[in-house]
Nanobody, 119 residues
Framework: QVQLVESGGGLAQAGGSLRLSCAAS????????MGWFRRAPGKERELVAY????????TYPDSVKGRFTISRDNAKNMVDLQMNSLKAEDTAVYYC????????????WGQGTQVTVSS
């Protein structure tokens, strides 16, 4: 079955960096666009980074643009999220998700990894 497993979360100071990784298995990774989402307590889930299945389209919301970088390695079935200049408001559970290129909805989700930024 499809599995998405996040790693790399933890505690960071404001201004610091963390790198999240998501290892995918059970799917043809190169056919899936990938997203990193986050959910903070009391807030709605937010898409913070998107990379298309070809890697040619990458998007970020204004809240993280210039600070977060998404990348993928199709040979390793992995997608990473480099987070720099972290802010307290980046504190959330971060999830990776996979969406087959033919679909509009994300079909597969990881279990999430906690990121806590202390100010």
């Amino acid at each position: 079955q499809v599995q998405l497993v996040e790693s790399g979360g933890g505690l960071a100071q404001a201004g610091g960096s963390l790198r999240l990784s998501c290892a995918a298995s059970g799917l043809t990774f190169r056919l899936y666009s990938m997203g990193w989402f986050r959910r903070a307590p009391g807030k709605e889930r937010e898409l913070v980074a998107y990379i298309s299945y070809t890697g040619s389209v990458i998007t970020y919301p204004d809240s993280v643009k210039g600070r977060f970088t998404i990348s993928r390695d199709n040979a390793k079935n992995m997608v990473d999220l480099q987070m720099n200049s972290l802010k307290a408001e980046d504190t959330a559970v971060y999830y990776c998700a996979a969406r087959r290129f033919t679909n509009l909805e994300y079909e597969h989700w990881g279990q999430g990894t906690q990121v806590t930024v202390s100010s």
